[in-house]
T-cell receptor, first 113, second 116 residues
Framework: QKEVEQNSGPLSVPEGAIASLNCTYS??????FFWYRQYSGKSPELIMS????GDKEDGRFTAQLNKASQYVSLLIRDSQPSDSATYLC?????????????FGQGTILTVHP | GAVVSQHPSWVICKSGTSVKIECRSL??????MFWYRQFPKQSLMLMAT?????????EQGVEKDKFLINHASLTLSTLTVTSAHPEDSSFYIC????????????FGEGSRLTVL
């Protein structure tokens, strides 16, 4: 079983719609959760971090965390073509591994005009 | 803030040669940096944890004698791919933790290595 799993997609949504990206993780002791955006040929860019259960909103982005279900999601409202990228879910176990991230395989998002 | 710079951004070398990649934290001090590798259409895989002033910690399956890591100062870590082979061709990305109270990592621009 992979430690961090994402649906690889591709996920295609029309411009202006809500894109929903999902991620599950296997280590129940995980403490920190991140969403990174990666454009083709570029390095990842941090867009959201979440540490406690519930929702966290930042502009058009909302991260949702449910530790009981070991599930974290990212919602992108009013999707734009510029949001087309690969979205990586990353999890940190904390403790002695603080700072080490385990990445999912990424979900390719395409926003079409 | 929290800018990480990597150099070179791309490099082409012949098989058997060595290549050095530099990772610098520009506006903060990083006692720990992380080196990741990403093959095409795959996710990032952690190679090693670079600790300032001490030996790097390598992930299982990563050859420490092939991927030499030096973290000589609080703002610079280097990765040297020794005796590179075509299968080492990949996108190498360094990252650093800028804030002590969170686990956020900030990534360098990445270095694309092509070994002929």
């Amino acid at each position: 079983q992979k430690e961090v799993e994402q649906n690889s997609g591709p996920l295609s949504v029309p411009e202006g719609a809500i894109a929903s990206l999902n991620c599950t993780y296997s280590d129940r002791g995980s403490q920190s959760f991140f969403w990174y955006r990666q454009y083709s040929g570029k390095s990842p860019e941090l867009i959201m971090s979440i540490y406690s259960n519930g929702d966290k909103e930042d502009g058009r982005f909302t991260a949702q965390l449910n530790k009981a279900s070991q599930y974290v999601s990212l919602l992108i409202r009013d999707s734009q073509p510029s949001d087309s990228a690969t979205y990586l879910c990353a999890v940190n176990a904390g403790g002695t591994s603080y700072g080490k991230l385990t990445f999912g395989q990424g979900t390719i998002l395409t926003v079409h005009p | 803030g929290a800018v990480v710079s990597q150099h070179p951004s791309w490099v082409i070398c012949k098989s058997g040669t060595s290549v050095k990649i530099e990772c610098r934290s520009l506006d903060f001090q990083a006692t720990t940096m992380f080196w990741y590798r990403q093959f095409p259409k795959q996710s990032l895989m952690l190679m090693a944890t670079s600790n300032e002033g001490s030996k790097a910690t390598y992930e299982q399956g990563v050859e420490k004698d092939k991927f030499l890591i030096n973290h000589a100062s609080l703002t610079l870590s280097t990765l040297t791919v020794t005796s590179a082979h075509p299968e080492d061709s990949s996108f190498y990305i360094c990252s650093a933790k800028a804030f002590t109270n969170t686990g956020e990592l900030f990534f360098g621009e990445g270095s694309r290595l092509t070994v002929l």
